[in-house]
Nanobody, 114 residues
Framework: QVQLVESGGGLVQPGGSLRLSCAAS????????MGWFRQAPGKQRELLAA????????NYIDSVKGRFTISRDNNKNTIYLQMNNLKPEDTAVYYC???????WGQGTRVTVSS
């Protein structure tokens, strides 16, 4: 069984940066495409960024394009989300997910506020 543990969230001022990590553990015999999602209070969970199994391809929604970068280290079974120029509307709980597996971790909370 696969487990995902997100970390790196916190309180940051507008314009600041954070780097989120997502460590995968458990029965992983295949490398999967993965993504970062977020859920703001009162809103549906949304997909922000996706990265291919090899890490050579990535896609972003328009609202984070140019500010967020998704990456991965398959040797460490970890994906990352570098978030720059954070805005108050980025406040949410952030989750990673393996697209092919129906499992969600606990997420990591990001609060952007002055």
């Amino acid at each position: 069984q696969v487990q995902l543990v997100e970390s790196g969230g916190g309180l940051v001022q507008p314009g600041g940066s954070l780097r989120l990590s997502c460590a995968a553990s458990g029965s992983i015999s295949v490398i999967y495409a993965m993504g970062w999602f977020r859920q703001a209070p009162g809103k549906q969970r949304e997909l922000l960024a996706a990265i291919s199994d090899t890490g050579t391809s990535a896609n972003y929604i328009d609202s984070v394009k140019g500010r967020f970068t998704i990456s991965r280290d398959n040797n460490k079974n970890t994906i990352y989300l570098q978030m720059n120029n954070l805005k108050p509307e980025d406040t949410a709980v952030y989750y990673c997910k393996i697209f092919q597996i129906d499992y969600w971790g606990q997420g990591t909370r990001v609060t952007v506020s002055s």
